[in-house]
């Protein structure tokens, strides 16, 4: 009798373990998709960003360093903000002696690395400050990748002094 009750209890607990495997199955499985569907913004990990600060409401330069955590490339497509009126893409260059600011389309950061902006001589171009903007605050700015997906990113307001 005892060992039929323990089959029985042993039955019901296999059951159990059934029905519970069932909605497991389906989260895991809802997970793995979730990996797969990740968004640009999703693999990006912010290490900097901060902007340099000037007086007297001239274009000023943010600087960013992004790490592309996941396996496909990201690409920055472009800023947004409320804290200035104009946002851009902006690359530094030297030709020749000369150097020159071109807008950037794109800004694409391949699998597993990181680009530090400022290194490449890539900038946020940002017009019009607002007169709200401290010198020692923060200004919030959205970054746009290609998939549609954005991340904001508290970015650092410094004087040239501090930096
Ligand atoms: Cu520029």
Redesign the pocket.
């Known amino acids: 009798m005892q060992k039929r009750t323990f089959l029985t209890v042993l039955a019901f607990l296999y059951g159990a373990a059934l029905l519970l495997t069932i909605p497991h199955a389906g989260v895991s499985f809802a997970a793995a998709t979730q990996v797969a569907q990740a968004t640009q913004a999703q693999a990006v990990q912010i290490k900097a960003a901060w902007i340099r600060w000037l007086p007297g409401g001239v274009?000023l330069?943010g600087y960013a360093t992004l790490a592309n955590t996941s396996d496909q490339p990201v690409v920055l497509k472009s800023v947004s903000s409320d804290a200035f009126g104009d946002l851009?893409l902006?690359?530094?260059q030297e030709t020749g002696g000369t150097v020159r600011?071109s807008p950037l389309e794109r800004i694409p950061i391949a699998p597993h690395a990181t680009l530090d902006f400022e290194a490449h001589g890539i900038?946020l171009?940002l017009m019009q400050p607002r007169e709200s903007l401290d010198p020692h605050g923060h200004a919030l700015i959205t970054l746009h990748f290609a998939d549609g997906s954005t991340l904001a990113v508290q970015f650092q307001v410094r004087s040239t002094a501090g930096a």
């Open positions: 274009p330069a851009s902006h690359q530094t600011m900038h171009m």
